[in-house]
């Protein structure tokens, strides 16, 4: 069966220091995948997603930045955080029938 | 930009109650997607419906599709205290292998 890691699950970082946010996922072969960020009582905003290693589309012009060094392997970065930067992220990739996200990372900036 | 939103904002009912949350978009789409988000966790996949279909039902959930007047209901039946989340409708793009656009989400709160 196809699973989804997301680490860690909670972070918090001072403002201008670097983020790296992992997602990797089982089971499955050339996944589309997808980072969303959830401000606190709000929906979801797509920052970028992923149709293969090295596709990266983005959503957001912003402080982050994604990447896919491996097929079910999708990074999100940032070189300095700010604080607007915090908030709940959460990975998914999109099956037949409908997405399965991760666990979620909150994401403190202080 | 905001494809889906959901109204109410927040629903609060007794537990055996009947609940129901709408959502209305903006473009055509391929299907129409309901999630479900306990409090701080992840969202989970409840119920997907085509274009082409008007009705679908899982268990106690009933989703309704108007592609008419771009709007989409959930109805969860004998509600629990378990039921207890937020609510969130998504939808693609009728343009083709698109990410799905969430709406704000519906608080739903059943009372014991």
């Known amino acids: 069966s196809q699973t989804i890691h997301q680490w860690p699950a909670t972070l918090v970082q001072p403002v201008g220091s670097p983020l790296s946010l992992e997602c990797t996922v089982e089971g499955t072969s050339n996944p589309n995948l997808y980072w969303y960020r959830q401000a606190a009582g709000r929906g979801l905003q797509l920052l970028f997603y992923?149709?293969?290693?090295?596709?990266i589309s983005s959503e957001v012009p912003q402080n982050l930045s994604a990447s896919r060094p491996q097929d079910r392997q999708f990074i999100l970065s940032s070189k300095k955080l700010l604080l607007s930067d915090s908030g709940f992220y959460l990975c998914?990739?999109?099956?037949?029938?409908?997405?399965?996200f991760g666990s979620g990372t909150r994401l403190t900036v202080v | 930009s905001q494809q889906g939103e959901e109204d109410p904002q927040a629903l609060s009912i007794q537990e055996g109650e009947n609940a129901t949350m709408n959502c209305s978009y903006k473009t055509s789409i391929n299907n129409l997607q309901w999630y479900r988000q306990n409090s701080g966790r992840g969202l989970v996949h409840l119920i997907l419906?085509?274009?082409?279909?008007r009705e679908k039902h899982s268990g106690r959930l009933r989703v309704t599709l108007d592609t008419s007047k771009k709007s989409s209901s959930l109805l969860i039946t004998a509600s629990r205290a378990a039921d207890t989340a937020s609510y969130f409708c998504a939808t693609d793009r009728l343009s083709g292998n698109t990410p799905l656009v969430f709406g704000k989400g519906t608080r739903l709160s059943v009372i014991a």
């Open positions: 998914a990739w999109s099956g037949l029938y409908g997405y399965t």
């Open positions: 419906i085509r274009s082409n279909e």
């Open positions: 992923s149709v293969g290693i090295g596709q």
